[in-house]
């Protein structure tokens, strides 16, 4: 079953083989799609005979978005906590604990649905491929369960059992990283693909997160971390040497930092939902860009940092924000996502990747971040089916 899409007026392919500058921009564009590939991409005019035909009529299309870092295994929400920042509180990790404690209460046909509304939510909004983390269960069967729950929903688990250190293990932070190398890897490792440690002040210090990600790798699963987020620490340079595929925040980095991101092929993620929902500085894409690192744009999507689930709200903050253009935004939300996942087959259109494509009611891609909050996103396909 072959599908056209025709009378394309901006195509994102970020191939730049296929098109204009570093995201292969082809205008009066067509593609074919078979199955739950891209097959043939060109112009209008060369476009080949299809089983079915849609008629674009000016729009604008791009590859589906990559959030490649949100928390949506959780079960509650943390308003108070919100309208406290909004007063002039300033955010701490301590509200994980909040969360933490609604997500141990839940059942798993709770946070089922709380998985199952956030990800119809992201797809809604042209998010076709998302990872989600554990980390609000703290316990070998919590951190399993949210794993379990997580792998019904996404292929993109992560195991985040050190995200901070639970209550009942105030008095014995070691013995919480013991419990988190040891039985809630064993447990969680055969449920996920990615090792996560929230390495931060008053989370897990560099050794601790060193001691994490080592064991993680060792069980099979590839380093990501949470880095930089709150401030500068050894987090960036732990994850570059670790070779993990992503540090995630990045908003406090030093000169050393950005070096060692420019010379690794870990991707800087960051995540300009969570500065914007606790009120804090930006981190600078402006300098990871000039630096030549790839940068990914992701929701970071979680009840505490950044309720949203919206890759189109992060595209605008970015440009608004954090000094990309919004061509450099919407690269990295979608190809960047791809490459923080470490996949080839999302991310870009062209032939011989998935099938996954948004449609704006919009002519160009710049209108993501022209025309912030509009609901632009008219059709999703993912893997060639039509899901919006
Ligand atoms: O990425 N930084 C750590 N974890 C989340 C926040 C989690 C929360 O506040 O519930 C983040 O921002
Ligand atoms: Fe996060």
């Known amino acids: 079953m072959t599908t056209l899409i025709s009378n394309i007026a901006t195509l994102v392919t970020n191939d730049p083989s296929l098109g204009r500058g570093p995201l292969g921009l082809v205008e009066d564009a067509a593609v ?66 909040t969360t933490v404690a609604a997500t141990r209460a839940a059942t798993d046909a709770e946070l089922d649905a709380a998985v199952a509304r956030y990800t119809a939510e992201a797809l809604r909004q042209g998010t076709t491929t998302i990872e989600t983390k554990s980390g609000y269960g703290l316990t070998v069967a919590d ?7 997580a792998a019904r929903h996404t292929d993109e688990v ?66 990501r971390v949470h880095a930089n987020q709150l401030g500068p620490g050894p987090g960036v340079q732990l994850a570059v040497e670790l070779d993990a595929a992503s540090a995630d925040h990045c ?78 935004a919407v690269h990295a939300a979608t190809a960047g996502g791809a490459a923080a996942l470490r996949r080839t087959d999302i991310g870009r259109l062209r032939p011989g990747a998935r099938a996954d494509l948004v449609l704006l009611d919009a002519p160009s891609h710049v209108h993501l971040a022209y025309r912030p909050g509009v609901p632009l996103v008219r059709a999703v396909w993912r893997a060639g089916a039509r899901v919006v």
């Open 32 to 97: 074919v799609i078979d199955g739950d590939r891209v097959v043939w991409i060109g112009t209008t005019s060369q476009a080949p005979a299809t089983d079915s035909h849609l008629d674009a009529e000016g729009r604008a299309v791009l590859p589906g978005f990559v959030d490649s870092h949100s928390h949506l295994v959780f079960a509650g929400d943390r308003t108070a906590e919100f309208n406290a920042r909004m007063e002039g509180r300033a955010y701490s990790a301590g509200g994980i604990r």
């Open 143 to 149: 951190e399993a369960r949210a794993l379990r729950v």
């Open 158 to 223: 992560t195991f985040l059992g050190a995200h901070i250190v639970p209550d009942e293990y105030a008095d014995d932070p070691a013995g919480y990283v013991a419990l988190v190398t040891g039985a809630m890897l064993d447990a969680c490792a055969p449920h996920a693909r990615w090792v996560d440690v929230f390495c931060e002040r008053g989370a897990f210090d560099g050794d601790q997160a060193r001691a994490i990600l080592t064991a993680g790798r060792d069980r099979g699963l590839v380093p």
């Open 251 to 328: 908003t406090h980095l030093t000169d050393a930092d950005v070096d060692a991101l420019a010379g690794g092929r870990t991707v800087a993620t960051l995540l300009p939902g969570a500065e914007f929902s606790t009120r804090s500085r930006y981190p600078d894409a402006r300098r990871l860009l000039d630096a030549g690192v790839t940068v990914a744009l992701s929701t970071d999507c979680n009840p505490g940092s950044s309720f949203t689930s919206s890759m189109p709200f992060c595209v605008a903050l970015a440009v608004r924000e954090m000094g990309m253009t919004p061509d450099e």
